[in-house]
């Protein structure tokens, strides 16, 4: 309910719908690239979209500011193309996972630890990390020099944002 006050991110990427009814967590990140000045996939509102754009590619690391990628475990259809998309911001201090900054995440932007999305009640699979092919060669360089996102837990990071969490470490 905050964010439609501000800012709906399907319309600021020139997609359709709102955040009420429609899933926006690949807006959130394409409104960031854009932002950024880096491009968007073609199919701006699909999580998975990144995994198959030429202007994307596929690193085997997290690095801070990566885009990581879910899909649903299902065999419906519908879930085939879905899933969700987040930008890795930290690691988890127990788990070593990555902890994401993604929007649409209990309604809201927050942080939430990667491990979260694999539990049977959300029914998502990793699928990996991706960055704008402009960036892979930083990426790559990160990586071998195995520079790390710094270490945290979602708890600190969305209270050092003044976000607030849920038990399950996401917000409403």
Known sequence: GEITKTINYHK?????????????CASFVNYCLNMAAYPMPVAKSWARSFTKDKNFKQ???????????????????????????????ALDEK?????????NQSDSICFRNGTI???????????GYFVPSAYYQFALKEIESQTQPPKSTQIKLNQLFGIKSSSSGGTR
Do not use: C, D
Not at 12 to 24: M, R
Not at 83 to 89: E, K, M, R, S
């Open 12 to 24: 600021e990427i020139k997609q359709g719908g709102n955040l009420v009814s429609t899933p926006w």
């Open 59 to 89: 690193i085997n690391a997290p690095i801070y500011g990566a885009i990581a990628v879910y899909k649903y475990n299902g065999t419906e259809a519908k879930k085939q193309t879905q899933g969700h998309v987040a930008f890795v911001y």
């Open 95 to 103: 788990s070593g996972r990555e902890i994401v900054l993604g929007g």
């Open 117 to 127: 999305f694999e539990s049977p009640a959300v029914h998502l699979k990793f699928v």
